[in-house]
């Protein structure tokens, strides 16, 4: 299994799921781009909760299609939520086959700002008072819940989950990795202001090295360069990617 990432929608079997009103529906661009709700009860208004696909919402919601689990599921998907009940927070996981929603987190005061799946852990990040954004985690078998110490209040935004670590930044572009069970963390290197990192195969890659890009009708554009370096080599010069 990969890292997921939730996002204001997804693609899963050819259709595009996202919300309409407060209700998932989907598009099959192959047919028609007009959105059909999830919930196949022809009776239902898909408007109160008694519709099993409508999810609250008061500020960014967020959905993220786990194609791993919907595989095994006969092909309905295993979507992963972030809703509003009125200041409840939630991640919740609906079985569309079921029409089954499991809380994996509520009772969090602030919006849920992303949503991370790795195998069976589920990672978020949400504002926690005095301005930090924290990184937070579920263990979705027995929803035990990690947390980053975050003393120094900083924002930090994820960029790629693998087998061992989580990868992050904070708003000054510094890189940190932590184990999955955030109880430490380790600074691997230093990105552009607000920059992130992105994770593939077994590289770490990340944007430095601001500079004039080009200059049009003398108006300076700024660009940055694309490095990467090894994970299992965090310490040697990061390589310039072309």
Same mark, same amino acid.
């Given at each position: 299994?990969?890292?997921?990432?939730?996002?204001?929608?997804?693609?899963?079997?050819?259709?595009?799921?996202?919300?309409?009103?407060?209700?998932?529906?989907?598009?099959?661009?192959?047919?028609?781009?007009?959105?059909?709700?999830?919930?196949?009860?022809?009776?239902?208004?898909?408007?109160?909760?008694?519709?099993?696909?409508?999810?609250?919402?008061?500020?960014?919601?967020?959905?993220?299609?786990?194609?791993?689990?919907?595989?095994?599921?006969?092909?309905?998907?295993?979507?992963?939520?972030?809703?509003?009940?009125?200041?409840?927070?939630?991640?919740?996981?609906?079985?569309?086959?079921?029409?089954?929603?499991?809380?994996?987190?509520?009772?969090?005061?602030?919006?849920?700002?992303?949503?991370?799946?790795?195998?069976?852990?589920?990672?978020?990040?949400?504002?926690?008072?005095? $301005?930090?954004?924290?990184?937070?985690?579920?263990?979705?078998? #027995?929803?035990? @819940?990690?947390? /980053?110490?975050?003393? *120094? +209040?900083?924002?930090?935004?994820?960029?790629?989950?693998?087998?061992?670590?989580?990868?992050?930044?904070?708003?000054?572009?510094?890189?940190?990795?932590?184990?999955?069970?955030?109880?430490?963390?380790?600074?691997?290197?230093?990105?552009?202001?607000?920059?992130?990192?992105?994770?593939?195969?077994?590289?770490?890659?990340?944007?430095? $090295?601001?500079?004039?890009?080009?200059?049009?009708?003398?108006? #300076?554009?700024? @660009?940055?360069? /694309?490095?990467?370096? *090894? +994970?299992?080599?965090?310490?040697?010069?990061?390589?310039?990617?072309?």
């Amino acid at each position: 299994s990969s890292d997921l990432m939730a996002g204001r929608g997804d693609v899963y079997n050819g259709l595009f799921y996202s919300f309409y009103g407060n209700t998932i529906s989907y598009i099959d661009c192959k047919v028609d781009i007009t959105p059909i709700p999830l919930c196949s009860d022809s009776l239902c208004s898909h408007k109160d909760e008694s519709c099993p696909a409508y999810f609250p919402d008061l500020g960014k919601r967020l959905l993220l299609i786990n194609s791993f689990e919907s595989e095994k599921n006969s092909k309905y998907p295993i979507i992963y939520v972030s809703c509003c009940y009125g200041n409840d927070n939630r991640i919740i996981r609906f079985n569309t086959k079921t029409n089954k929603k499991n809380i994996l987190v509520k009772n969090v005061p602030n919006f849920i700002q992303s949503i991370w799946v790795y195998n069976n852990l589920l990672f978020y990040t949400t504002f926690d008072g005095d $301005n930090q954004l924290n990184i937070k985690a579920i263990n979705m078998d #027995d929803l035990r @819940a990690y947390e /980053l110490k975050n003393d *120094e +209040k900083l924002r930090y935004y994820i960029g790629g989950i693998d087998q061992e670590h989580i990868y992050f930044t904070d708003y000054d572009g510094n890189i940190y990795r932590s184990p999955h069970d955030l109880s430490s963390k380790e600074q691997i290197g230093r990105s552009v202001t607000c920059g992130k990192v992105y994770i593939s195969n077994d590289k770490i890659f990340f944007f430095s $090295n601001i500079h004039i890009g080009t200059t049009v009708k003398e108006t #300076d554009f700024l @660009a940055c360069d /694309l490095y990467s370096v *090894e +994970k299992n080599n965090i310490h040697d010069t990061p390589t310039l990617d072309r």
